[in-house]
């Protein structure tokens, strides 16, 4: 393990909401108050390589769903010395809209994605808008044609996109969902995605409401603490604490990005409701 590449891990935070605490638990949640939402892209480096995973939403859909729209994920990859244009792998965890709305903007790149959120995406369950408004069909038609241009690599089940970088399948939240494990210079950091959208999500073991299946969203979590070295190695996909736990790369990238390759502060006193009820 030893000899495995070290790559430099940063998040990118490009859109905001505004929501409660009841919006984010399946079944609601007995305190009231707000839980704002942050949007993310992740992007690894190691020397000349880069691999990026998700790849985020546009203003125009940020616009048509009432999501803040801060900066354009794939152009704010340039301030961290990244040329989109040049960028060769991407994860996509899963097609959700807010994870896969750029296709367009990273010419070279090969998209790595589980055959079964394509066949999800592109099968009898997507007629429910129950499940399908998580989506956008302009994205999933962009990765049929992706495909067709020979730029979409399948994986079925765990794999790897490169030394040091690798895929675990966690369907539930969406049917082929996968997370990402990158191994950089304080061991393997979990990029849970939407295995778990807050950390609080995985503390109290209490999913997103959004769900195609409960127990493979129940296991999702299992998977993230098996892989983990520790809680504090995994990083929920939505939280906002993110930006407070984790240090800026630089002073100008202060709100915009942070470093997840360096250890985090630990919560704030108070940072959680008191859960006996
Ligand atoms: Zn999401």
Redesign the pocket.
Same mark, same amino acid.
């Given at each position: 393990m030893e000899d495995l590449p070290v790559w430099d891990l940063y998040a990118i935070r490009y859109a905001t909401r505004d929501a409660q605490r009841r919006n984010h638990f399946m079944g609601g949640d007995p305190h009231e108050g707000a839980m704002p939402m942050d949007?993310f892209v992740w992007v690894a480096v190691c020397g000349d390589r880069v691999v990026v995973i998700d790849i985020g939403f546009n203003a125009e859909v940020a616009a048509q769903r009432s999501r803040t729209w801060l900066r354009c994920p794939i152009d704010t990859l340039k301030n961290l010395g990244v040329d989109p244009a040049r960028v060769g792998d991407v994860v996509i965890t &899963?097609l &959700?809209y #807010? $994870?896969a709305g750029n296709f367009g903007l990273l010419p070279a790149a090969r998209f790595h994605l589980q055959e079964a959120e394509m066949q999800f995406a592109t099968g009898p369950y997507m007629r429910y808008s129950r499940l399908s408004h998580s989506f956008e069909v302009e994205d999933v038609c962009a990765v049929v044609r992706l495909n067709f241009a020979q730029r979409v690599q399948f994986h079925r089940g765990d794999g790897e996109v490169a030394p040091g970088i690798q895929l675990h399948e966690a369907g539930g $939240?969406s049917a082929g969902l996968q997370f990402v494990r990158v191994h950089t210079r304080r061991g393997w950091v979990v990029l849970a995605? #939407?295995v778990s &959208?807050f950390y609080e999500n995985l503390l109290r073991l209490h999913p997103f409401p959004t769900a195609f299946h409960v127990g493979r969203m129940l296991e999702g979590f299992d998977k993230l603490c098996a892989v983990a070295p520790g809680n504090d190695h995994i990083v929920p996909? &939505?939280d906002p604490l993110v930006m407070r736990l984790y240090p800026a790369p630089s002073p100008e990238l202060e709100g915009i990005a942070v470093r997840l390759d360096v250890a985090p502060q630990p919560f704030p006193p108070g940072t959680f409701p008191h859960s006996s009820h």
């Open positions: 949007y &899963h &959700h #807010d $994870h $939240h995605s #939407d &959208h996909g &939505h």
